[in-house]
């Protein structure tokens, strides 16, 4: 070819490819989304993480074998199928043929049974090892009174993993879904011990990889090619970041920063739904929001009835109409409305006006021997750093000082410190609390108060007749007796008062215009494996 003419040629591919023609196609934009994420997580290791902003960034790095939805429903994850013997004690699952590690490695039974043990290890201290207790020894291993290998668990073969049961549990295969549950590889952890979740070493089995992990500054993942939906993933990398200050996670959020928001402050939400109504997503939540007891301390673990004053002097529907306004619920039992299969058992004083409730408030103060003419009545509020908790505490030290005369201290710390105080009961008199369900079922709240499940136990709470209802509701497997067992249970759990109940929650999350796949559900699980950035 002359060189005038092949300089024409040139100029000609040059064009075509800027404008999408012909035989160079212009490389893809890689497609990346960005997540506030509340608070600091303090691990990523799945059997040892708590906390909603560690779980949803391992929910991206790890699969288990039963996962979630785009609308939060269990679905088979890593196991693509399995079988219940008639008995209801044994279960074997199929792994995928297609499950692979990061690095292009088999995910196997015995990474499942290895890291299973390693859950109940007492030694591992993770807070979520009961949801290993229905397996056979379980609870005896994790209370130290058995070794590890002697869990119910068997990789038959590597793709066939078979669990057996100390009883029948319904719940256990919905309760799978939990990051708990899932493997780590047991190949990459006899290798680097506990150096094995670093960035750079970690390998997960779901459809992201760790790419960094900088302390108070985010948590970035990209695509893990060998994940078996690869092809389904259009989010390239996510970053997550942790914002406890949500006025300036709004503010992020609206310079373009964010794609979406953990929450957003209650203060904003009136202008938010006047200005920016279709980025401002509202929806029910099968989680709580309570004040906990310290049962280890006095006077609460004697004075029933002072705790009963307590209880009945928060005005739950000002908190929610008046103060919070982002779809909150009052609450006067623990187990949240919409729980699939269950009513939760009602307290006779949610019936009565506030001003009935006040005033029994008052004599009971005063039948306690304080208030007027008694002793002086001490509270301290222990809370995590966050405008939005802080606001609420305002108020209920408000109601508590002006209708009982209580003077209120209000504590905050920052999560990590406030996480370690609350589940080791250091804090001295009531702190703040929620839960969400790890699955639909009644049992993942009403479990958190029985004897022996160590520091999930908001308040200490030890009551041997509640334990038994929730053994019995464990064992049946008739849905109706089994739900009565448990309104049973939470009735007990009410007039013990170990709670102080506040409301039911909602989500309030910031979702761009130019995010795709987001679907409001009960649980506000949203893996970024089902998200689009336009």
């Known amino acids: 070819m002359r060189p005038a003419g092949r300089l024409m040629w ?236 949500r006025e300036t996670e709004l503010r992020r959020f609206r310079a373009g920063e964010l794609d979406l928001t953990y929450d957003v402050p209650d203060s904003q939400l009136d202008w938010l739904k006047a200005n920016m109504a279709d980025e401002l997503h509202i929806a029910p939540y099968l989680g709580n929001y309570f004040y906990a007891f310290n049962l280890t301390r006095q006077p609460w673990a004697s004075n029933r009835d002072l705790r009963k004053a307590l209880v009945l002097a928060v005005d739950r529907t000002a908190l929610a109409t008046l103060l919070t306004k982002g779809g909150e619920e009052p609450a006067f039992t623990f187990v949240p409305p919409r729980t699939a299969g269950y009513t939760a058992p009602q307290p006779d004083y949610a019936g009565w006006t506030q001003a009935e409730r006040d005033a029994e408030a008052q004599r009971l103060v005063a039948a306690a021997g304080y208030g007027k003419g008694g002793k002086p009545l001490e509270v301290e509020i222990l809370f995590n750093t966050s405008e939005n908790h802080r606001k609420i505490a305002i108020a209920i030290a408000a109601m508590w000082q002006r209708k009982l005369g209580a003077t209120v201290v209000l504590t905050n710390q920052e999560w990590k410190v406030f996480i370690d105080s609350r589940n080791n009961r250091t804090f001295r008199d009531v702190a703040r609390h929620g839960w969400v369900a790890d699955f639909d079922d009644a049992v993942t709240f009403l479990k958190l108060f029985r004897s022996d499940i160590g520091r999930q136990n908001p308040s200490g709470y030890a009551n041997p007749a509640f334990d038994r209802l929730m053994d019995a509701a464990g064992r049946e497997r008739d849905p109706e007796t089994r739900q009565d067992l448990m309104r049973q249970a939470e009735a007990l759990l009410l007039d013990d008062l170990p709670i102080v109940p506040i409301f039911y929650h909602a989500t309030q999350n910031m979702v761009s215009r130019r995010v795709r796949g987001w679907e409001d559900n009960l649980r506000n699980l949203h893996l970024t494996r089902y998200l689009r950035v336009e």
């Open 10 to 245: 040139l100029m000609r591919l040059a064009v075509a490819a800027l404008l999408g023609f012909g035989s160079i196609a212009p490389a893809a934009a890689e497609m990346v989304l960005h997540r506030g994420n509340g608070t600091e997580p303090e691990t990523l290791d799945p059997q040892r993480l708590r906390g909603e902003a560690a779980g949803w960034i391992a929910m991206d790095l790890f699969e288990g074998l039963l996962t979630v939805d785009a609308k939060g429903h269990p679905i088979p994850g890593l196991a693509e199928s399995w079988t219940v013997s008639d008995d209801g004690l044994v279960y074997t699952f199929i792994l995928r043929q297609d499950a692979r590690w990061s690095d292009g490695s088999p995910v196997t039974a015995e990474d499942f049974a290895f890291s299973w043990r390693r859950l109940l290890d007492p030694d591992t201290l993770s807070d979520y090892a009961y949801f290993l207790w229905p397996v056979k020894n379980g609870r005896a291993i994790n209370l130290g009174q058995m070794p590890p290998s002697a869990l119910g668990v068997e990789a038959v073969d590597d793709r066939t993993f078979r669990v057996t049961l100390e009883e029948p549990a319904t719940w256990f295969v919905s309760s799978l879904q939990h990051t708990s549950t899932s493997a780590i590889s047991k190949a990459s952890y006899e290798r680097h011990g506990e150096d094995f979740i670093k960035p750079g070493i970690l390998v997960s089995s779901g459809a992201y990889r760790l790419a960094e992990a900088v302390p108070q500054g985010h948590v970035k993942l990209v695509r893990n090619p060998h994940f078996h939906a690869a092809d389904t993933v259009a989010v390239d990398t996510v970053y997550f970041y942790p914002t406890e200050n």
